[in-house]
């Protein structure tokens, strides 16, 4: 019954790992969107990555690290973009903007802990097979061990992974944030400014006027004498 469990345990581990990195989706030429993430396969068998920067209706410009890429649509077999990421304006967030400030922190934190508790568990789980089997008792033991503390680390970093691309995305939509306050209050500053002009200009407009009508009326005066 041990045995049944720990095999359950395993495969069922192993099918989230699996299912985890089957997160692209596949759309139509026209469904692309400015600033999605996008893996291109190509007539000729070619496979292309990067972020769109502009889609055309005769073609599909394609940033990478280190160059610009513009591909015909005719040339074009399948697309599948990565879900696409907004932040609080609407605006989309790139993969390549999330891959540059992401961190590693929370992966390996997550690794060193996971894996210290992954071995704990598949010892004590293995200590429980190889007693019910002493003919095979040491290789039940390093077999469920080795098996346990390794998909145990892996899942334990993918979720560190995770955590580390969330905190990517919220700094990004953080920095985004900051930065509309800032335009907006400098727009306002300068709305303020401008306002103070018009203000200052319609006070010197009214003086003059004032001192016209007074000079105006002097020399009415001067004339009747």
Known sequence: ????????????????VIGGCAHWQKVTYSDVKPENTA??????????????KKIEPHQIIVQQPDKILRISKTSVNSIK???????????????????????NK???IYGIGGGALSFGSSFFL???LAGEDTSKSSTTLLGTTAAGT??????????GMAKDRNDAIEKIRETRREKSLKKNNEDTSEQKNLQKMIESEKARQ?????EREELLKKLQQK???
């Open 150 to 159: 390794g998909i145990g680390t892996l899942l334990f970093v993918r979720a």
């Open 223 to 225: 004339k009747k004498k």
């Open 39 to 52: 893996r291109i396969l190509l007539v000729s068998g070619e496979a292309v990555q990067g972020t769109v």
């Open 206 to 210: 009214e003086k003059l006027q004032k």
């Open 126 to 128: 293995g200590s429980m």
């Open 81 to 103: 973009i990565a879900p696409p990421v907004y932040d609080d304006f609407g605006r989309c967030i790139s993969e390549q903007e999330i891959k540059s400030v992401k961190t």
């Open 106 to 108: 929370n992966a390996v």
């Open 1 to 16: 019954m041990v045995r049944k469990t720990a095999v359950f345990i395993c495969v069922a581990a192993g099918l989230m």
